[in-house]
């Protein structure tokens, strides 16, 4: 995604006050952009002097943000507090002068770090004498921030497990097992939530004559994807939907899950992981050979991997001026994948799928689904996509109307894969059970007509009805 696209962040919530100080890459805030939650660093020493947004209001990219004065001298309590447990930093030259920061591109700044960062909290006052636990409760990712509120937990209260003494939910869990002992007969067991449908018991309506409406702030992903969709509107869409026997593809996945059963694949981390933890594919699904049978008709319609420029007049998509719009053409096949995650429908993308195989596509997905669970997802993992594939038949669902997405001009959806009685090939007329599935393909009518969509689409179809054709067509 290029860079000027990004134009504002939220403000979630400051990790200093003023008149607190903070050393050179000590985290100051936490933003949501219209990808991901990142964390924006300090790139100097110093005292912080004056906060220029309050949590909740949107910062302008660009514009100052945050004043930090760097002629202060170190003081004995910070000092104090800093050699327990880090380095102490040397005091910056008196001469030095009320440094003033800028809130620069959030994914591509480098000052700006996933809310997985390894760096520490700032805000911390002299008078605070807290044991360690909870000293990195900002850190923690907003899944599980969101999770300690919905068990009304205070994470401050929590001992962290992880890096640097970062809370994970796991932590959170035990630390509610452990609350509720005491009181086992009084409480119910808590759990982790169910990964299938459970039916539970609703409380009777209150006896009312009048209607009540009860006013929800939008959550921090809803407002993105909030803005994101109202975007959509702009793009004039058109659907295109038909049926794919994926037959022989069962067959196939069967035969390789078989073998992968008695020895599974194992693959190296993602080059944007900061471990070196290995990926190991025991299982296929259909998703990894529907996103590379769409990557190979990207080949003969680049039209679909394309965006359309409208930003000719002043960069900010307000209108194309004078100057006609245009198409954008991209190398790469970078696939969104649409996933359903604690924290709301999030889309990261399997990079350069033109060059992988349908094994490494699984491993992408396995290392995106695992990250995404956890809330560990990087602002990496969540921009550059030139098409989307969405998986709603995962949950359910025969037929879908996909919503095609700013900065791409196509979207596939994909509904559940079910069995149906259907006459035999063979000319006997036999009665035959096939496994089919439902493909929705919504595009930019703008620059895409229906006969290119429909021609793209026959090829995918041509592709997962016989999958053993991929294989000529690997490059």
């Known amino acids: 995604m290029a860079p000027s696209c990004i134009v504002e962040c939220e403000i979630i919530q400051w990790f200093v006050e003023p008149e607190a100080r903070v050393e050179e890459f000590s985290p100051l805030c936490e933003v949501q952009s219209d990808k991901a939650s990142v964390e924006i660093t300090s790139r100097f020493s110093g005292i912080v002097k004056k906060l220029h947004y309050e949590a909740g209001e949107m910062a302008k990219v660009g514009k100052p943000f945050v004043d930090i004065d760097i002629q202060g001298g170190v003081k004995q309590e910070d000092l104090d507090a800093l ?10 030259d008196a001469s030095e002068p009320l440094m003033n920061e800028s809130l620069s ?8 770090r996933s809310t997985e960062s390894h760096g520490r909290t700032s805000g911390e006052s002299k008078h605070q004498a807290q044991p360690p636990k909870g000293r990195f409760a900002s850190l923690a990712t907003p899944a599980v921030r969101h999770l300690s509120k919905e068990l009304d937990v205070d994470i401050i209260d929590i001992q962290g497990t992880g890096k ?6 796991e932590d959170i869990y035990r630390f509610v097992e452990a609350r509720k002992s005491p009181k086992q007969e009084q409480q119910p067991t808590l759990s982790p939530p ?29 407002a993105q994807m909030f803005k994101t969709m109202t975007r959509s509107l702009s793009i004039p869409h058109f659907l295109y939907a038909d049926e794919v026997d994926f037959s022989r593809l069962h067959d196939l996945r069967q035969r390789l899950n078989k073998m992968l059963s008695q020895q599974p694949a194992v693959f190296a981390g993602a080059a944007t992981t900061t471990t070196d933890q290995q990926i190991m594919v025991s299982k296929l699904s259909y998703l990894p050979f529907v996103i590379k049978a769409v990557s190979m008709a990207l080949y003969q319609y680049p039209i679909l991997n394309a965006r359309v420029d409208t930003d000719a007049a002043d960069g900010n998509g307000n209108g194309i001026g004078n100057k006609p719009a245009a198409l954008v053409h991209r190398s790469q096949h970078n696939v969104g994948v649409a996933m359903d995650t604690a924290a709301g429908l999030l889309v990261p993308v399997v990079r350069d799928v033109g060059r992988r195989s349908v094994l490494s596509v699984a491993a992408e997905l396995v290392r995106l689904q695992s990250a995404a669970a956890a809330g560990r997802l990087s602002p990496q993992d969540l921009r550059g996509g030139t098409v989307t594939v969405s998986n709603i038949g995962s949950l359910g669902g025969t037929y879908v109307a996909p919503v095609v997405v700013d900065r791409e001009v196509a979207i596939l959806g994909l509904g559940r894969v079910r069995d149906v009685p259907a006459f035999s090939d063979d000319g006997e007329d036999r009665v035959v059970r096939r496994r089919v599935c439902n493909l ?6 703008r620059v895409v007509d229906g006969a290119t969509l429909a021609r793209a689409a026959e090829v995918v179809r041509g592709f997962l009805e016989e999958p053993g054709t991929m294989v000529m067509h690997l490059r």
Do not use: I
Request: glycine share 2%; no cysteine; hydrophobic share 25%.
């Open 194 to 222: 169910p990964t299938s449908p459970s039916f539970t018991a609703m409380p009777p309506p209150a006896e009312t004559d009048k209607q009540v409406e009860t006013v929800v702030p939008l959550t921090n992903t809803q």
């Open 164 to 169: 640097d003494g970062r809370v994970l939910k």
């Open 440 to 445: 929705s393909w919504s595009a930019d009518h």
């Open 105 to 112: 591109k959030p994914p591509e700044s480098s000052d700006l």
């Open 83 to 92: 050699t327990a447990s880090e380095s102490t930093p040397s005091p910056k």
